[in-house]
């Protein structure tokens, strides 16, 4: 993997009256952002890359990380990742779809779903490729042994420690499904259980917890004119990490792309939500990432979040 440290100013972040300047990549086309903030201070977005001219999520290669210290200006790392690392992979390469990155005791694991050669429908696994750097050195260990050939891997680390795994989607009306991540946080600890309670889910799973309240946001199945056409994001809230969840409705209305995904973090005392909109390319299939604030109700329950720059 390559470290390309470049620096891209003045496109994205805050203006004067603290909005986000969206998309906050433009010199190239990102999708599917997974936000972490790490030990050192920064906000890291780890998204897939769109291909161009687009054709569908086939040719989706090569992940690039992006971060930022005051979310106006944005570092790009450069490439960490390529299909030809994988293994099991199609010969012809493409379907890097949406990753997740999760750090413990000073390592970093990227997990990332990618199909076999032969089957792309049914075969896709979750790979893991681990650093000790959260933005390059990453090498694939191999793949997590005992799943569902869902896409859209996410992880989350409990306050006691415990980290859980989740996926779901890829196939018209495929589940999504978490469980217990063992220590070395490649290995399943029992079964992958399907989560109840969510309604319309549709793929992109994304866990996070904030005062005690467990919440899982993910894209539905929408897909008409609403005015923009494409999945709504939705979200549950659980007192527990595998559920039972209650769906709480819609927190992001559609981004005028065909699919949505998204992530939410805090950092520097602000939440934030992280998704794809097609502002850049007109086109719903070539995406961009974009930031906007995350405003929570007294009862925990999430404001609809209002998309800047589309
Ligand atoms: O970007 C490729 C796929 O489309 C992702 O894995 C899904 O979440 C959807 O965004």
Same mark, same amino acid.
């Given at each position: ?25 433009? !010199? ?35 992940? !690039? ?22 293994? $099991?992979?199609?010969?012809? &390469?493409?379907?890097? $779809? ?35 750097? #959260? ?10 042994? &005992? ?22 989607? =890829? ?5 999504? @499904? ?17 989560? +109840?309670?969510?309604?319309?889910? !549709?793929? &992109? ?6 005062? &005690? ?26 007192? @527990? #990490?595998?559920?039972? $969840?209650?769906? @709480? ?21 602000? $939440? ?20 906007? +604030?995350?405003?929570?109700? +007294? ?9 800047? =720059?589309?």
């Amino acid at each position: 993997a390559l470290i390309t440290a470049v620096l891209i100013s003045g496109m994205s972040g805050f203006a004067a009256e603290n909005r986000a300047q969206n998309p906050i990549v433009t !010199h190239m086309f990102t999708a599917d952002p997974t936000a972490r903030v790490w030990d050192d201070g920064r906000l890291y977005v780890y998204p897939s890359t769109d291909a161009y001219p687009a054709i569908g999520c086939s040719l989706m290669d090569g992940y !690039h990380v992006f971060s930022t210290v005051d979310m106006v200006n944005w570092t790009d790392h450069g490439e960490i990742l390529h299909s030809r690392d994988v293994e $099991w992979g199609r010969e012809e &390469g493409g379907f890097m $779809w949406a990753p997740d990155c999760m750090c413990r005791n000073g390592t970093y694991y990227y997990y990332f779903p990618h199909p076999s050669a032969t089957d792309r429908k049914t075969s896709w696994k979750t790979g893991v490729a681990v650093s000790t750097n #959260p933005a390059s050195e990453f090498k694939v260990k191999g793949y997590i042994e &005992g799943l569902d050939p869902l896409i859209d891997p996410n992880v989350f680390i409990d306050d006691d420690g415990q980290a859980y795994f989740y996926h779901g989607g =890829g196939q018209k009306g495929w589940p999504v @499904k978490g469980g217990k991540l063992k220590e070395n946080m490649v290995e399943l600890d029992g079964e992958m259980l399907p989560m +109840e309670g969510l309604e319309e889910f !549709h793929e &992109g799973p994304f866990v996070f917890k904030r005062k &005690g309240i467990y919440y899982m946001i993910y894209p539905d199945r929408h897909s008409g004119e609403l005015p923009k056409k494409g999945n709504q994001m939705r979200y549950a809230m659980s007192k @527990k #990490p595998l559920g039972p $969840w209650e769906s @709480k409705g819609i927190m992001l209305d559609p981004t005028g792309c065909h699919t949505s995904h998204g992530s939410i973090v805090e950092y520097k005392g602000k $939440w934030y939500m992280f998704y794809h909109n097609y502002a850049l390319s007109g086109q719903n299939n070539l995406r961009s990432i974009c930031f906007d +604030e995350v405003f929570f109700n +007294e009862d925990g329950t999430i404001q609809k979040v209002v998309q800047t =720059g589309d």
